[in-house]
């Protein structure tokens, strides 16, 4: 079981910059992908992008290629999602979540958190 915490949502005005950050509970994370996805209202969730919590190797939506960046921490279990240049159509609650498979399959899923982007 893989507990995850996400923070630092909040409003922006449009190319604002915002981080995220998922906690993730204690334990060893080899092999697994950590992802970011949102749903905005009325809208399915969508993928943003996920990082090789191993090898670093990341990959990105179109939509936000070049304007948002994830990384990871391993001293804090933590995974961030540097958000720049927001735009209005980014608003939508982020949530992060773990696929220990490496398969595309994501079982662990955190909260969420509120992201607003003002035009």
């Known amino acids: 079981q893989v507990h995850l915490v996400e923070s630092g949502g909040g409003l922006v005005q449009a190319g604002g910059s915002l981080r995220l950050s998922c906690a993730a509970s204690?334990?060893?994370?080899?092999?697994?992908?950590m992802g970011w996805f949102r749903q905005a209202p009325g809208k399915e969730r969508e993928f943003v992008c996920a990082?090789?919590?191993?090898?670093?190797?990341?990959n990105y939506a179109d939509s936000v290629k070049g304007r948002f960046t994830i990384s990871r921490d391993f001293a804090k279990n933590t995974v961030f999602l540097q958000m720049n240049n927001l735009k209005p159509e980014d608003t939508a609650v982020y949530s992060c979540?773990?696929?220990?498979?490496?398969?595309?399959?994501?079982?662990?899923w955190g909260q969420g958190t509120q992201v607003t982007v003002s035009s």
């Open positions: 204690a334990g060893t994370f080899n092999g697994y992908i």
């Open positions: 979540a773990v696929d220990p498979a490496g398969r595309g399959r994501y079982a662990y």
């Open positions: 990082i090789n919590w191993s090898g670093g190797s990341t």
